[in-house]
T-cell receptor
Framework: DGGITQSPKYLFRKEGQNVTLSCEQN?????MYWYRQDPGQGLRLIYY???????QKGDIAEGYSVSREKKESFPLTVTSAQKNPTAFYLC????????????FGDGTRLSIL | GENVEQHPSTLSVQEGDSAVIKCTYS??????FPWYKQELGKRPQLIID?????GEKKDQRIAVTLNKTAKHFSLHITETQPEDSAVYFC???????????FGQGTILTVHP
């Protein structure tokens, strides 16, 4: 979806390092989401934000942190506390109260060196 | 919280055959049930969705059925083509714009 930009497409991290994944949207959506996908599995919710300066933990928030200082941006930091960070990370956004489904970005593939 | 189970995990069919993928969910508060198609390394693409006030929805070769009483919904693809080969995910949510709980995925292979 051209409205959601995730960068970089591929990211490598050394053990013990924090790394931040970028998610930017120009769809004017209030709600944004981060999902993690492991090989052969479905997506699992990490964090979500319904409005600027507010966010909630999803099902697998441990080892991750987020911020929502701007409507357009919802960066995800994978901390050193996340022991198995290798995965495909997908960002999504939506309009609360609408009939429109979530739009997904193209994802970032994170690997441990 | 919501739990979504999806079956089968792999499905192999001949071109022209039908394919059916089934999902069950646990939270009666869920009212929105989308299906996504994901090709290798790409983002999930919404292919069809259904809301709880509807029992069936069709879009050309794709249909989805919902049984709210039994808490299950299914994806039906007719006249399958090789380009239908992908991973398919079901999901459930209270609303169309809210957080989604996904099934584990089904790898569909359509043989020419």
């Amino acid at each position: 979806d051209g409205g959601i930009t995730q960068s970089p497409k591929y990211l490598f991290r050394k053990e013990g390092q924090n790394v931040t994944l970028s998610c930017e949207q120009n769809l004017n959506h209030d709600a944004m989401y981060w999902y993690r996908q492991d090989p052969g599995q479905g997506l699992r919710l990490i964090y979500y934000s319904q409005i600027v300066n507010d966010f909630q933990k999803g099902d697998i928030a441990e080892g991750y942190s987020v911020s929502r200082e701007k409507k357009e941006s919802f960066p995800l930091t994978v901390t050193s506390a996340q022991k198995n960070p290798t995965a495909f990370y997908l960002c999504a956004s939506s309009i609360p109260g609408s009939n429109q489904p979530q739009h997904f970005g193209d994802g970032t593939r994170l690997s441990i060196l | 919280g919501e739990n979504v189970e999806q079956h089968p995990s792999t499905l192999s069919v001949q071109e022209g055959d039908s394919a059916v993928i089934k999902c069950t969910y646990s939270d009666s508060a869920s009212n929105y049930f989308p299906w996504y198609k994901q090709e290798l390394g790409k983002r999930p693409q919404l292919i069809i969705d259904i809301r709880s006030n509807v029992g069936e929805k069709k879009d050309q070769r794709i249909a989805v059925t919902l049984n709210k009483t039994a808490k299950h919904f299914s994806l039906h693809i007719t006249e399958t083509q090789p380009e239908d080969s992908a991973v398919y995910f079901c999901a459930a949510s209270e609303t169309s714009y809210g957080k989604l709980t996904f099934g584990q995925g089904t790898i569909l292979t359509v043989h020419p």
